[in-house]
């Protein structure tokens, strides 16, 4: 199915219809997608915990905000990382997803990756979806798809990630991004 693989890499973009308070407003780079289902990570959503106090050695090699990131509702007792490597290879304990994006393994000594690495981000959980799931998700409207950056994975700013990936789009999408964040209020 290329249909599904091709959105490996992509962000999905809550619509402001999208009702989960877990998805309000997120905004999700997919690291796998095929007919056995997705899997994602908000990158959008940091938590007030140092990367240090979880995971000492990795602490320093963080991006801004050195936090880690609450990356989806399943699986939150486990860590996974990000990293965004330029080039052509990537060092031992990383595995590229996209890009210059990929997966680095937490088991390896942070002292083989820190100088090829351009930027770190830790995950506490993921964002999954069953076969088909996220597919009726998207014909219901809940998500919008648009390429990602390098830099959207290290954003010193997560915070204002759901606005500025939707301004940086064409056409009316780049509305969007004016949506209030409570329409009741006008």
Do not use: C
Request: hydrophobic share 40%.
């Amino acid at each position: 199915m290329t249909e599904v693989s091709s959105l490996t890499g992509r962000l999905l973009v809550a619509t402001p219809a999208l009702a989960d308070p877990n998805f309000d407003r997120a905004v999700v780079l997919l690291l796998d997608h095929d007919e056995e289902g997705s899997l994602g990570v908000v990158l959008n959503r940091p938590t007030p915990v140092d990367v240090g106090e979880i995971l000492e050695p990795w602490g320093e090699l963080a991006g801004e905000p050195g936090v880690v990131f609450q990356g989806g509702p399943v699986s939150l007792d486990s860590a996974l990382a990000l990293a965004v490597i330029p080039g052509d290879h990537g060092p031992l304990g990383w595995r590229r997803v996209y890009g210059a994006i990929g997966l680095v393994d937490l088991e390896t000594p942070p002292e083989l990756l820190a100088r090829a690495l351009g930027s770190l981000r830790v995950f506490a959980g993921y964002a999954g979806w069953g076969p088909g799931q996220l597919e009726d998700e998207l014909r219901e409207g809940a998500w919008y798809v648009v390429e990602s950056e390098p830099g959207d994975v290290s954003s010193p700013r997560p915070e204002r990630l759901w606005r500025a990936v939707l301004r940086r789009q064409r056409g009316e999408l780049a509305m969007v991004a004016t949506y209030p964040d409570d329409p009741s209020l006008n």
